[in-house]
């Protein structure tokens, strides 16, 4: 069975850093657009950022432009979303997720694959 396991959430300060880890199991993903999404309570879960299958192409969600990055070592079939700067506001589930499907990133329909998430949680 298919599955994408997130790692690295936790509990952080305000202005701190996080590395949230993606890593398929049950086969590669090197091949596929990967995204992270997160989903605050009460909310409906959003982009946060994409990366094209050779890592040549990203994109992010206005609200973490120049705080977060998201990479890909597709040797080791992981990727990677650096959190840096956090703040409180950021504070979700974080979900990593596959793209199967044609069109924009930002949609969640588009995605085949989710993982189960992993909580983020900033504190001020």
């Known amino acids: 069975q298919v599955q994408l396991v997130e790692s690295g959430g936790g509990l952080v300060q305000v202005g701190g850093s996080l590395r949230l880890s993606c890593a398929p199991s049950g086969r590669t993903f090197s091949t596929y657009t990967m995204g992270w999404f997160r989903q605050a309570p009460g909310k409906e879960r959003e982009f946060v950022a994409a990366?094209?299958?050779?890592?040549?192409?990203?994109y992010y969600a206005d609200f973490v432009k120049g705080r977060f990055t998201i990479s890909r070592d597709n040797a080791k079939n992981t990727v990677y979303l650096q959190m840096n700067g956090l703040k409180p506001e950021d504070t979700a589930v974080y979900y990593c997720?596959?793209?199967?499907?044609?069109?924009?990133?930002?949609?969640?329909?588009?995605?085949?694959?989710w993982g189960q998430g992993t909580q983020v949680t900033v504190s001020s």
């Open positions: 990366i094209s299958w050779s890592g040549d192409m990203t």
């Open positions: 997720a596959a793209k199967t499907g044609s069109g924009p990133e930002r949609f969640t329909r588009y995605y085949g694959y």
